[in-house]
């Protein structure tokens, strides 16, 4: 099946630095690539999807500029968190869909956990 | 609003007993309902539902789509330790490509 990679996979920062998250599919094109955060024992909240060349739309409650998202080409998109804070400390998740193909099933990566201290 | 609902949120069961986990929705134009497994990392696919009443089946596990009463539920028969796991639902709707997920189910299978 199709792979995602995500680096790194584990990160720790200090409050007020920022940090970024890659996800690239290794194996196809991606369209289309979500980014979704997941606090401890709960579900995965989509943060904001992102297509290739053009900006990427925010769910409400997602501060654009905090989390700084660009996909620059059909393999990698990037997340970065800007002025990182001890709240934002959470498992990052992208997944990618090759939606030029028509289908909509998502390759997700294999996650990226940020440590604030 | 789309709302995924899985129910139970958690449940403890003895090797070799057999499972069901549920999940409803309501979602606006209606794609698809996908069934994920997550247990340290990112959710591992499972299954991708779109038509009601055919039975999706990998091993173990099944699935199967009930898109009058807006429900699917995941089987899993036989339970081994290497299915506790979080399982997570998500549907899709045709107004976009992302993925709206429920709450998972967090499932203890012991031996």
Redesign the interface.
């Known amino acids: 099946g199709a792979v995602v990679s995500q680096h790194p996979s584990r990160v720790i920062c200090k409050s007020g630095t920022s940090v970024k998250i890659e996800c690239r599919s290794l194996d196809f094109q991606a369209t289309t690539m979500f980014w979704y955060r997941q606090f401890p024992k709960q579900s995965l909240m989509l943060m904001a999807t992102s297509n290739e060349g053009s900006k990427a739309t925010y769910e409400q409650g997602v501060e654009k500029d905090k989390f700084l998202i660009n996909h620059a080409s059909l393999t990698l998109s990037t997340l970065t968190v800007t002025s990182a804070h001890p709240e934002d400390s959470s498992f990052y998740i992208c997944s990618a869909s090759d939606t030029g193909q028509g289908t909509y099933e998502q390759y997700f990566g294999p996650g990226t956990r940020l440590t604030v201290t | 609003e789309d709302k995924v609902v899985q129910s139970p949120l958690s449940l403890v069961v003895h090797e070799g007993d057999t499972v069901t986990l549920n999940c409803s929705y309501e979602v606006t134009n209606f ?2 309902l996908l069934w ?1 497994k997550q247990e340290k ?5 499972l299954f ?1 539902l779109t038509s009601s009443g055919i039975e999706k089946k990998s091993g173990r596990l099944s699935s199967i789509l009930d898109k009058k009463e807006l429900s699917s539920i995941l089987n899993i028969t036989a339970t081994q330790t290497g299915d506790s796991a979080i399982y ?1 639902c ?1 549907v ?1 709707s045709n107004s ?9 189910t ?1 499932l203890l299978v012991t031996p």
Do not use: D, V
């Not at chain 2, 976009?96 to 998972?104: D, H, M, Q, R, V």
């Open positions: 794609r698809s994920y990392k990112a959710p591992t696919f991708m997570l998500a899709s976009g490509y992302a993925l709206n997920f429920g709450k998972g967090s």
